[in-house]
Structure formats: structure tokens, C-alpha cells
């Protein structure tokens, strides 16, 4: 029943009056890149859910997101540092999935509905061995926004596939992801 639900909650959120060319104009949740994470949350709440993946003078630092979630599981905000407004960065929502199969399908939908919307997304897609954890599998399909603000911004659709040993160890579980960020996270992220 929530597949069901969800899949029909992505075509109402995924909605837009016009085709679109950045990715502010995407929502997860009713938020955007470049909205202030206060609309949402108050700011002893922002605090209360750091997760502190990265050291506490890093330019950036993500928050867990727990307040009115529909449609994900989880979902993370990524900050900067003393910003006293709070800009959104980057939105990472995630769905718990069964098997690669579900994911792929879930996957395959929010595409083509992000296919829909914006005018020139340069799209890529593929299977690789994920980074981090050997025997674990990420299917990626991402758009990137070349004319946008910055030329990093981009809106990835994964599906992780975690081996056996990684789940027990991490006590991580098989997802579907979806990550819009701006080039100035994403670029931050890679060099960091």
C-alpha cells in the first residue's frame, strides 16, 4: 500500500506548470535548493539533528530531516556552516526497498517523470561497484544542469545494492535514493 501511495504522491510532486532548467525549481517534500531549512524546521531543531558526518568545522554538515515526511523513509538536509539563513544545499531522500527489481521500478518512474519536467538535462546511467563498501552495487541514473546558476548542480536517482557483510557491519539496508544538490555541495563533497 505505501508503493502505491508513494508512486502517486512522486506524480503530484514531480508536477510543474512548465518545463523547468533548475534545480531549484525541483521539490522533495515541498522543499528546494536555495529554500531556508527554517520554513521547515525551527533552528534548535536543525541543531538537535546534526548528524555530524563531518567534522565540526567543515564547510558543510547534514541534518536529518524528521518533521511532515510523506513520501521517504528518511530524508537529509546538507547546510553551510554558520549560515544564519539557513540555505538549503543539498536533499538526500531515501526509500527502503525489497530487492533490486522494486528499486529499479521506483527508480524508472521518478525518472521519466524528471525527464518530463526539465528542458535540457544531460543524462547519464549505469551500474558501478559503490566507492566505499566492495561487493556493493549503486544503478545510477543522474541529470546535470549545464545552464543552470553553477554547472555541478545535478539530480541523482540510485539504487543502492549493499552485500551481506556491509549490511551486517554497517547495519545498512538495500535503498532507493534520490539526491538533488547544488554544484557548490556537490564540488565540495568531491574535493573534500
Given amino acids: 500500500m505505501k508503493k502505491l501511495l508513494w508512486i502517486v504522491a512522486i506524480g503530484l510532486l514531480f508536477t510543474l506548470s512548465a518545463k523547468a ?52 523513509d528518511a530524508i537529509e538536509i546538507m547546510l553551510k556552516r554558520n549560515d544564519k539563513n539557513f540555505k538549503i544545499y543539498m536533499i538526500r531522500a531515501g526509500i527502503f526497498i525489497k530487492n533490486l527489481k522494486e528499486c529499479q521500478k521506483l527508480r524508472d518512474n521518478i525518472v521519466r517523470e524528471i525527464k518530463s519536467i526539465f528542458l535540457n538535462p544531460i543524462y547519464q546511467s549505469g551500474k558501478q561497484e559503490h566507492y566505499l563498501y566492495p561487493n556493493s552495487f549503486q544503478y545510477i541514473s543522474q541529470f546535470m544542469f549545464k545552464n543552470s546558476a553553477h554547472e555541478y548542480d545535478n539530480i541523482r536517482v540510485s539504487c543502492y545494492i549493499f552485500d551481506e557483510d556491509t549490511k551486517k557491519m554497517h547495519n545498512f539496508g538495500d535503498n532507493l535514493s534520490v539526491i538533488v544538490q547544488s554544484g557548490i555541495a556537490a564540488e565540495w563533497i568531491e574535493n573534500r
Fill in 21 to 72: 532548467d533548475d534545480i531549484s525549481d525541483f521539490q522533495i517534500e515541498g522543499m528546494s535548493i536555495g529554500d531556508s531549512l527554517l520554513k521547515f524546521m525551527t533552528k534548535k531543531k536543525v541543531e538537535k539533528n546534526d548528524l555530524q558526518y563531518y567534522p565540526s568545522d567543515s564547510k558543510f554538515y547534514t541534518v536529518k530531516y524528521t518533521d511532515n515526511i510523506k513520501d521517504y
